[in-house]
Nanobody
């Protein structure tokens, strides 16, 4: 059974930084694109960032481009999202997703970690 566990969320002031981690068990991620998807209260799921299986291609939503950096470590079955210059509008539950197929489509998901940015 595939399990994804996110960590690193929390409360931070606007302008601050957080790094999210996603640990995958039960499956190798070495051939899967991985993604971070977020959902704010009362809103639809929103694509944040994705990274190809080999790390050579990355994608970002326009709203986070230049502020967030995605990375991965296949040997550790892990993905990461470094977030800088956080804004109140970044407040959401951030979920890691594997075998990403574009947008908010993926085959397996974590439960998510809460990120709250205060103004």
């Amino acid at each position: 059974q595939v399990q994804l566990v996110e960590s690193g969320g929390g409360l931070v002031q606007a302008g601050g930084s957080l790094t999210l981690s996603c640990a995958v068990s039960g499956r190798s991620i070495s051939t899967d694109s991985m993604a971070w998807i977020r959902q704010a209260p009362g809103k639809e799921r929103e694509f944040v960032s994705a990274i190809a299986w080999d790390g050579r291609s990355v994608w970002y939503a326009d709203s986070v481009k230049g502020r967030f950096t995605i990375s991965r470590d296949n040997a550790k079955r892990s993905a990461y999202l470094q977030m800088r210059s956080l804004r109140p509008e970044d407040t959401a539950v951030y979920s890691c997703a594997g075998h990403w197929r574009g947008g908010v489509n993926a085959d397996y998901w974590g439960q998510g970690t809460q990120v709250t940015v205060s103004s």
